[in-house]
């Protein structure tokens, strides 16, 4: 049994924030946020424009997409770290507003890492036969995290939202199918102090705001993103020199430049949005996958390597034939 990927879709808050807008509240530069980012701008929610808001309109173009609609879903598995509410999932909202009456919906909490966690649970459910049809949504509002004076971390994240549409259908078993081809999660809790947010339900019963080393998890992020490539190409029987699309999470340019000189891609073959949409966490590989099949770069048969790692530290890769 393999997941095949049906459809995808996106969305952005209307709201654009240029680095130029930023440099008027905190003592920042476009210069140093371009040079050691890639960042240019991001999307900002509106008041009382939601996690699962955004979530519901990138899940409806998916749906479109793919030619199906919420009735055909027996699953939602939403990666988030910025939830509407504390409970329940953020997913059963979604599932609410797309009619979807039976399965189920529910989070993931893997922040930054997320979507590839989401991915690689649907995925097992579905190859378990606890579900058919399942819809894997990123969906974040960082900007309701950020602690707008610290212009270590404010400058470097947006919101959004991705989704694509699995479906399970027999296949050979080769890695020609069309599909999910392997996964690789890992996490080390050890690390907890390098990215977190100081707040939460039981610890503080406030939201809280991100904190982060940023030269720290970049560090990690370099080593821990080449193995886990390396470990999902393995498992997957395959090579770099395999790889049509290399669809990272958007983090910071210089750490996906990285990546893709370790595979030996030329820098047409990585898929870039960190300039556009910033750092959106959970929803930065659905949204960055849904720029480049719309715009026509990838296609049916592709092979892509989506790869992430954040707060936990958690990271993750999967390999997926388009
Ligand atoms: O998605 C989750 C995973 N997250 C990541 O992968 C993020 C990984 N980390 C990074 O992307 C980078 O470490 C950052 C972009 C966060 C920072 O870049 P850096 O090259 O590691 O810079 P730094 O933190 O070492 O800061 C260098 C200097 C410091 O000044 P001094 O101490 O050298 O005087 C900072 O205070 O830059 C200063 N700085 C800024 N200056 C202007 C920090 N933030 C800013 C800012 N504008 N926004």
């Not at 890639?38 to 030619?67: C, D, M, N, V, W």
């Not at 988030?80 to 039976?102: I, N, S, W």
Request: net charge negative; aromatic share 4%; hydrophobic share 40%.
């Amino acid at each position: 049994m393999r997941s095949v990927v049906q459809g995808c879709g996106s969305y952005l808050p209307e709201r654009v924030v240029t680095n130029e807008e930023l440099s008027r509240t905190v003592e920042t530069t476009d210069e140093w946020i371009q040079q050691r980012t890639g960042i240019r701008q991001r999307h900002i929610a509106a008041e009382g424009e939601f996690t699962s808001h955004l979530a519901l309109k990138a899940s409806q173009r998916a749906l479109e997409h793919a030619g199906l609609t919420g009735s055909d879903l027996d699953l939602i598995v939403l990666a988030t770290a910025t939830p509407d509410e504390t409970f329940p999932a953020t997913a059963t909202r979604v599932q609410a507003e797309l009619g979807m009456r039976g399965g189920a919906a529910f989070d993931v909490q893997a922040v930054c890492a997320g979507f590839v966690y989401a991915v690689s649970v649907a995925d097992s459910l579905i190859k378990n036969g606890l579900a058919s049809t399942a819809l894997v949504i990123g969906a974040e509002t960082f900007s309701r995290i950020l602690d707008w004076e610290d212009r270590g971390t404010c400058v470097l994240f947006g919101d959004g939202a991705g989704a694509i549409v699995l479906k399970g259908e027999q296949g050979t078993g080769t890695s020609a199918d069309r599909g999910i081809l392997a996964n690789a999660l890992h996490s080390d809790g050890r690390q907890h102090d390098i990215l977190y947010v100081d707040g939460g339900p039981s610890s503080t019963r406030t939201t809280g705001f991100l904190r982060m080393e940023g030269k720290e998890v970049f560090k990690h992020a370099v080593v821990n993103m080449a193995a886990v490539v390396g470990e999902v190409l393995h498992k997957a029987g395959l090579e770099p020199k395999d790889i049509d699309w290399l669809v990272p999470h958007q983090a910071n340019k210089r750490i996906i430049d990285g990546t893709g000189r370790k595979l030996g891609l030329p820098p047409e073959r990585v898929v870039v949005t960190v300039d556009r949409h910033a750092n959106t966490s959970a929803a930065s590989i659905p949204l960055a996958l849904d720029v480049a099949v719309k715009d026509g770069r990838i296609k049916k048969g592709d092979l892509l390597l989506m790869e992430g790692i954040g707060g936990g530290l958690a990271w993750g890769a999967s390999l997926v034939r388009w």
